[in-house]
């Protein structure tokens, strides 16, 4: 299993990035997939996962309404498109990804398999 993510960058608050993660190893249908994002100095926090159960998507309350996730089987990658980005944004953003979770966890300690990350920078 390996995730790469992609598409990180600098912008002012208010604007807009969109995060790729191309996954490889395993098929994200069935599976749990998601996003985490770590502030500088502080734990790894939970954004936004597709359940492994039915394909839902859930978001982190800090995020909702303005971030979405969304994936392209076809393609093997999931996307997090951020919208109305505030320097509280801003930190390094993890692909995770687990073979046998039920549904998706918020806490990071159930998650196998994570890319090395892709920075992004808010500023105000």
């Known amino acids: 299993v390996q995730l790469v993510e992609s598409g990180g960058g600098l912008v002012q608050a208010g604007g807009s990035l969109k995060l790729s993660c191309v996954a490889s190893g395993f098929e994200l249908d069935g599976n749990a997939v998601g996003w985490f994002h770590q502030a500088p100095g502080k734990e790894r926090d939970g954004v936004s996962f597709?359940?492994?159960?039915?394909?839902?998507?859930g978001y982190a309350a800090a995020v909702k309404g303005r971030f979405t996730i969304s994936r392209d089987p076809a393609k093997s990658t999931v996307y997090l498109e951020m919208n109305n980005l505030q320097p509280e944004d801003t930190g390094v953003y993890y692909c995770?990804?687990?073979?046998?979770?039920?549904?998706?966890?918020?806490?990071?300690?159930?998650?196998?398999?994570w890319g090395k990350g892709t920075q992004v920078t808010v500023s105000s």
């Open positions: 597709f359940s492994s159960a039915d394909g839902s998507a």
């Open positions: 995770v990804a687990d073979l046998e979770m039920l549904g998706y966890s918020f806490c990071r300690w159930g998650w196998t398999y």
